[in-house]
C-alpha cells in the first residue's frame, strides 16, 4: 500500500493532470468559458482563476449534464481508485478533537463518524486551527485515508451555531455527508424512506401531488401529521393551481442564517411569486420537494413555457431530481427525447443514455433525498430548538412581571419562566 506522502503527491499529480486536460480539451475549454458567462464570474488574478476551475473541475458539470470528472475519465480511460475518490469527495463541517503531527483526528458534525484528516499542506500552514475548532473542508478517501483537499473557512469553537447552520447547508447540498461513515445512520435512512413512502401513498394515492409554493408548506405540515398518525381533516383546500406555468431561477439553500431554518422544509411561500411544487415520492431515496414540477411535465405538452429550454435542461442536469422524475417524463410523453435534446443540445435516444449522461451522482444507490436526511438529523433538531429557545428569550425581554408567561403555562412571569433569570 502507498504511503501518505505518496497519496500526497499522486492526488496532486493528477488534479494537475485534469486541469490540463480542463485547458487543452476543445470541448471543455469551451464549456468552461460558458460556465464563467452563465456564472457572471470575472476572473482576477491566478489566486481566483485557481479556485473557480477548482471548484468547476470538482463539483460542476457541462452543459450537457455530465460532470467534468466523468467527461476525464471517459475520454482518458482513466478509472483509477484516484478518479473516484475524486468524485466522490464531499465537503462538509468537521469538529478538531485533537491536534495531531501530520493532521487531525475530528468528528464529522453530519454523520457524527470519527474520522483521521490528513491535509494536502504542511501542518505548519494551519497552525490557527486548533482543538475544538471547526473547520469547513473538501476531504477525499483514498485507501482508507481521509485527505483534507481544501479548507473553505474556519470557525471558533464557541460559535456552534455557526458550525451548525453550515453543517446542513452542506448536507442538504450533498445528503451522502449525512451518513458517510456511519452504517447505522444509513439503515435509519433507509427504514425512514420505505415508512415515508408507505404514508405517502395512503395519504395521496399517487406518487406525487402538486399544489403552488403558497401552500406546500402547509401540505408538508399537513403530510407530516399524517404521517405520525395525528387525525386531520382534507388536504383538498391545500391543492391550488398556478395561472400560468412558467419557470424561474430560485435557490432555497443560498441565504443568510436568519431565513435559512425556514427555506430549509421548504420556506417556498415567502417568495413573491407564485409558482408549482411538487412533493414527489422516490422509492428508493425518499420524499422531495420541487419546485416547477408540473412546469417541466408541461415543457412536453406545451410550447408556451417561459424559459422552457432552461427548465428543462434544470432537471435533467440537477442533482437534486432524482432519475424516477426523468424516467416518469420518459414514460408518459412521446416527444420526451425530442425537447431533452433541444434543451441540451445532445443526440440521446434511449433513456439508460440520459440517466448515464445527466444523472451519474444517482449511480450509488446510497443517495438520499434533502427531505430524508433533515427529518432524521439530530443536528437539525437541535438547531430548531435552539432558534425556539432564542424567540423565547426574545419575547421574554418585552413581558412584564405580571404579565402570562409566554410560555404558555398560564402563570405569571415572575412565578415561572422568570425564576431561571
Known amino acids: 500500500m502507498a504511503s501518505v506522502v505518496e497519496n500526497v503527491n499522486l492526488i496532486s499529480t493528477t488534479m494537475e493532470s485534469i486541469l490540463d486536460f480542463i485547458a487543452n480539451d476543445e470541448t471543455l475549454s469551451n464549456d468552461f468559458k460558458e460556465y464563467l458567462e452563465l456564472?457572471?464570474?470575472?476572473?482576477?488574478?491566478?489566486?481566483?482563476?485557481?479556485?473557480?476551475i477548482i471548484q468547476y473541475m470538482l463539483d460542476m458539470k457541462m452543459q450537457n449534464g455530465l460532470r467534468v470528472l466523468e467527461y476525464y475519465r471517459r475520454n482518458n480511460k482513466t478509472y483509477d481508485d484516484i478518479i473516484d475518490a475524486l468524485l466522490n469527495s464531499f465537503c462538509c463541517v468537521f469538529k478538531i478533537d485533537k491536534v495531531l503531527s501530520n493532521g487531525y483526528e475530528a468528528t464529522c458534525l453530519t454523520s457524527e463518524a470519527k474520522l483521521t484528516l490528513i491535509p494536502m499542506v504542511?501542518?505548519?500552514?494551519?497552525?490557527?486551527?486548533?482543538?475544538?475548532?471547526?473547520?469547513?473542508?473538501?476531504?477525499?478517501?483514498?485507501?482508507?485515508v481521509q485527505y483534507i483537499l481544501e479548507i473553505h473557512d474556519i470557525i471558533s469553537e464557541y460559535n456552534?451555531?455557526?458550525?451548525?447552520?453550515?453543517?446542513?447547508?452542506?448536507?442538504?447540498?450533498?445528503?451522502?455527508?449525512?451518513y458517510?461513515?456511519?452504517?447505522?445512520?444509513?439503515?435509519?435512512?433507509e427504514k425512514s424512506v420505505e415508512e415515508f413512502r408507505e404514508k405517502f401513498n395512503q395519504c395521496f394515492k399517487n406518487q406525487f401531488i402538486v399544489t403552488t409554493n403558497k401552500c406546500v408548506d402547509?401540505?408538508?405540515?399537513?403530510?407530516?401529521?399524517?404521517?405520525?398518525?395525528?387525525?386531520?381533516?382534507?388536504?383538498?383546500?391545500?391543492?391550488?393551481?398556478?395561472?400560468k406555468n412558467q419557470y424561474l431561477k430560485i435557490d432555497e439553500f443560498n441565504c443568510d442564517d436568519a431565513t435559512f431554518m425556514q427555506k430549509a422544509v421548504g420556506g417556498f411561500s415567502s417568495h413573491k411569486e407564485t409558482y408549482d411544487v411538487g412533493l414527489w415520492m422516490d422509492k428508493k431515496r425518499g420524499l422531495y420537494i420541487i419546485p416547477f414540477l408540473e412546469t417541466f411535465f408541461k415543457c412536453f405538452s406545451s410550447e408556451d413555457i417561459p424559459m422552457k429550454n432552461e427548465c428543462v435542461k434544470e432537471f435533467l442536469t440537477s442533482d437534486k431530481i432524482p432519475p424516477s422524475v426523468i424516467k416518469y417524463a420518459c414514460e408518459n410523453y412521446n416527444n420526451f427525447f425530442e425537447v431533452i435534446n433541444k434543451a441540451l443540445k445532445?443526440?440521446?435516444?434511449n433513456l439508460e443514455e440520459v440517466l448515464f449522461n445527466t444523472k451519474t451522482a444517482f449511480l450509488d444507490e446510497g443517495i438520499f433525498s434533502p427531505v430524508t436526511v433533515l427529518f432524521n438529523s439530530d443536528l437539525f433538531s437541535s438547531l430548531i430548538d435552539y432558534n425556539e429557545v432564542n424567540e423565547q428569550k426574545e419575547e421574554e425581554k418585552n413581558?412584564?412581571?405580571?404579565?402570562?408567561?409566554?410560555?404558555?403555562?398560564?402563570?405569571?412571569?415572575?412565578?415561572?419562566?422568570?425564576?431561571?433569570?
Not at 412581571?401 to 425564576?419: F, Q, T
Open 39 to 52: 456564472s457572471n464570474i470575472e476572473l482576477e488574478g491566478e489566486k481566483q482563476f485557481n479556485n473557480v
Open 122 to 144: 504542511k501542518m505548519c500552514h494551519l497552525k490557527q486551527i486548533g482543538k475544538n475548532d471547526f473547520i469547513l473542508a473538501r476531504i477525499l478517501e483514498l485507501n482508507k
Open 160 to 178: 456552534v451555531y455557526k458550525s451548525t447552520v453550515e453543517a446542513i447547508r452542506y448536507m442538504l447540498q450533498n445528503p451522502k455527508c449525512a
Open 180 to 189: 458517510y461513515k456511519n452504517e447505522d445512520k444509513h439503515k435509519i435512512l
Open 218 to 243: 402547509e401540505l408538508i405540515e399537513y403530510f407530516n401529521k399524517y404521517r405520525l398518525g395525528e387525525l386531520v381533516g382534507s388536504y383538498e383546500h391545500l391543492i391550488q393551481k398556478t395561472q
Open 346 to 349: 445532445t443526440k440521446f435516444t
Open 399 to 421: 413581558v412584564g412581571r405580571n404579565e402570562l408567561c409566554p410560555c404558555g403555562s398560564g402563570l405569571k412571569y415572575k412565578n415561572c419562566c422568570a425564576k431561571n433569570i
